[in-house]
């Protein structure tokens, strides 16, 4: 439940994993995006300047991982917050490649996210795009749902292409940071 969310913040900071795996979490909750885009996020992916993420596009047939589910490039800023503990990572690189790597080779295990989360308790990483949409409802104002859906780059019921004209990156930064 989005009430936990503070709760499970503060559990990911003092729980016992290394720096790297704990903003891997942290990212995995705030973009709400599948643990396996977060576990195989690119360094040249993400503009730290800007604190933006680009996630490319995947052949919607192909098996690379870490790339949009949509088959759409996905560009997301990242809350400034989460852009530091990025900065702090780049500073202290161990892939060229990845992100969020242990061993200078490969990324972390999207197994390893999602077994993480349920030593908090019983939720799951991709529940987070749940829990992202029931926070939105309850916000004073509620958050409309074209942005939330935008956010979580949900494909909209009964629209189509021809409607996702706008990605709203602007207001969507915005809710990330408020998010956040």
Same mark, same amino acid.
């Given at each position: 439940?989005?009430?936990?969310?503070?709760?499970?913040?503060?559990?990911?900071?003092?729980?016992?994993?290394?720096?790297?795996?704990?903003?891997?979490?942290?990212?995995?909750?705030?973009?709400?995006?599948?643990?396996?885009?977060?576990?195989?996020?690119?360094?040249?992916?993400?503009?730290?300047?800007?604190?933006?993420?680009?996630?490319?596009?995947?052949?919607?047939?192909?098996?690379?991982?870490?790339?949009?589910?949509?088959?759409?490039?996905?560009?997301?800023?990242?809350?400034?917050?989460?852009?530091?503990?990025?900065?702090?990572?780049?500073?202290?690189?161990? %892939?060229?490649?990845? $992100?969020? +790597? !242990?061993?200078?080779?490969? /990324?972390?295990?999207?197994?390893?996210?999602? =077994?993480?989360?349920?030593?908090?308790?019983?939720?799951?990483?991709?529940?987070?795009? %749940?829990?992202?949409? $029931?926070? +939105? !409802?309850?916000?004073?104002? /509620?958050?409309?749902?074209?942005?939330?859906? =935008?956010?979580?780059?949900?494909?909209?019921?009964?629209?189509?292409?021809?409607?996702?004209?706008?990605?709203?990156?602007?207001?969507?930064?915005?809710?990330?940071?408020?998010?956040?």
């Amino acid at each position: 439940h989005f009430e936990q969310l503070p709760d499970l913040w503060k559990w990911i900071e003092q729980a016992p994993f290394s720096f790297t795996v704990k903003v891997a979490m942290k990212t995995v909750v705030i973009t709400a995006h599948r643990a396996s885009v977060v576990a195989y996020a690119q360094w040249d992916h993400i503009d730290l300047s800007s604190c933006v993420w680009t996630v490319p596009e995947r052949d919607v047939e192909g098996v690379q991982e870490g790339l949009m589910k949509s088959g759409r490039e996905f560009a997301c800023k990242l809350p400034e917050a989460l852009c530091d503990e990025l900065k702090a990572l780049d500073t202290d690189r161990k %892939s060229e490649q990845y $992100v969020f +790597c !242990l061993d200078g080779a490969k /990324p972390i295990n999207p197994e390893t996210l999602r =077994r993480n989360f349920m030593k908090f308790g019983p939720i799951s990483s991709h529940g987070f795009r %749940s829990t992202f949409k $029931v926070w +939105c !409802l309850n916000q004073e104002p /509620p958050v409309d749902d074209f942005l939330a859906d =935008r956010y979580l780059d949900h494909r909209l019921v009964g629209l189509d292409k021809h409607y996702r004209r706008d990605s709203l990156f602007t207001k969507r930064a915005e809710l990330a940071e408020r998010y956040c």
